[in-house]
């Protein structure tokens, strides 16, 4: 499975960006997908994931309410709408796929994600 992450940039706090992450390989519409920033002097953190069959969405507290996470399998594509940006969002965001098939639980441990985009960075102005 190859991710190519895509969509971030400069925004003002209070704006919008939408990140797209395009998969590769025929098992990748059979993983959780999930996404990761990293931002400056921090660690690396969770931020939302999704089942493979959309039934299921989960959220770090930070982003509830704001960041929304979809995807479209017939383009292998996921997607994390992000709305009411804070400087404090400001990081290289990584999408990543789940080292297992057809999981029905959403787990928030980067451990449990084996395969990683390159990052795409989200810049959010004061």
């Known amino acids: 499975v190859q991710l ?10 209070g704006g919008s960006l939408r990140l797209s992450c395009a998969a590769s390989g025929r098992t990748s519409s059979n993983r959780a997908m999930g996404w990761f920033r ?11 994931s999704i089942t493979y069959s ?9 982003v509830q309410g704001r960041f929304t996470i979809s995807r479209d399998n017939a ?4 997607y994390l709408q992000m709305n009411s940006l804070k400087p404090e969002d400001t990081a290289v965001y990584y999408c990543a796929a789940d080292r297992s098939l057809y ?3 959403l787990d928030a441990r980067q451990s449990e994600y084996a395969y990683w985009g390159q990052g795409t960075l989200v ?4």
């Open 123 to 126: 810049t959010v102005s004061s």
């Open 54 to 62: 959309s039934s299921s969405t989960r959220y770090a507290d930070s």
């Open 75 to 78: 383009k292998n594509t996921v």
């Open 38 to 48: 990293h931002a400056p002097g921090k660690e690396r953190e969770f931020v939302s």
């Open 103 to 105: 999981r029905g639980y």
């Open 4 to 13: 190519q992450a895509s969509g971030g940039g400069l925004v003002q706090a």
